[in-house]
């Protein structure tokens, strides 16, 4: 690949998305659905609730038979009505009441025909035989009463296309009748880690080798993206070993190398990739950003591949950003990504230079207000440092110094991540 100039976030993240087109779908069982994206949009197949139903425990009347009544007896006496039964949820009352009759309800219970008022237990005398009810208490029509789709109507869109499926979505959904919902499917991911230094977790080390934690991580905030993480063997330092394992991947919707894409001896991903035929021009190579300028996009035989660094802070917050984004892109998320929210600054960053600054920090709580306070040391190869934090602190390129109390942008780790 020829020598290429930094590009901008903002342009790589567009150039990403321009490059990905909506996965397939698939239907699931509602149980099943956490965290999916909708393919379809959600319709209810019924109103809820139902019917009216009674928001209170007490008694249901006819507004007109209080108004009659009150107006006879000169507003302030008692206003008595004969129980004649009782409604509760599943259980309702199935007559018509007439003039001046009751009916004892629950909360959640079917208002009977006839009925437009209910008034609350604590507003009424009982008779001593429980036949009868009176009340001075002011009524208003419809008091205590939700009417029938108050939440929603039958045919009406309750969830949108690219919608993210939520715990408490999960529950609206099964309200309205339905039991699969059509997702799309979730992304098949391939990850590559090269380096002769690196082995797989468990396996015996040398003195010259370390655990390869890059593929661990990114498999696991892969699976939280929505995709599904596939490790690839580890690659030697060898173009050979590189295309040997990345040919056999591209079977997958998005293949993600780490490390190997910068400019030494050793980062031998993008002459791996020369040996592919049919490879899209449509394609970048370095970011200005920090940590993880040397960031590689490319287009293998059809299939997108993003090249990770190798330095775990500086893949870690890479992943975040373009493979979340990739991957949102498949499933159609309609969501913005990524957001930046403001907070305070509890500490002092300096000038800032030509790059976009990804600051590790974390955030706390004191009296009330969110700070951010940026980790000490903020090299890429500080794993643990990265792991505690939970957000990054985002500082344009040239940004002046910052001092304590100022507002930042920041950049929250979703969860689990």
Known sequence: MPASKLISLDVAIRNIKSNFKKISNEDVFLQNSLGRCLAKPIYSKIDNPKYDVSSMDGYAINFKD??????????????????I?????????????KNFEAVRVFTGAKVPRGCDVVIIQENVHTSSDQKYISTQSNVIKYQNIRKKGLDFKKGECIFKIGSLIKSRHIGSIAMTGQTWVTVSRKPVVSILSTGNEILRV???????????????MLAAMVTQFGGIPRILPIADDNEDSIYNILNKALDSDLIVTTGGVSVGKYDLIQKALQNFEG???NEFWKVAMRPGKPLLFS???????????????????????FVNVAIRSMLGITEKYPIFEKITLDGTLPVNDERMDFVRAKINIEDGNLLATPINKQDSSMITQFSYSDCLIVRDPFEGVKNKGEIVKILRFPNNI
């Open 299 to 321: 287009i293998v035989d059809n299939t997108p591949l993003i090249g990770l660094p190798g330095n775990p802070v500086s893949s870690g917050v890479c992943s975040l950003i």
């Open 202 to 216: 468990g396996e015996q080390l040398t003195k010259d080798q370390i655990p390869s934690g890059n593929n661990l």
């Open 85 to 97: 039964g009782e409604s509760s949820a599943g259980n309702p009352f199935e007559k018509k009441i």
């Open 66 to 83: 209080f108004t009659e009544l009150k107006s006879e007896n000169n507003s302030k006496k008692a206003i008595n009505f004969k129980v």
């Open 279 to 281: 490879k899209s021009q």
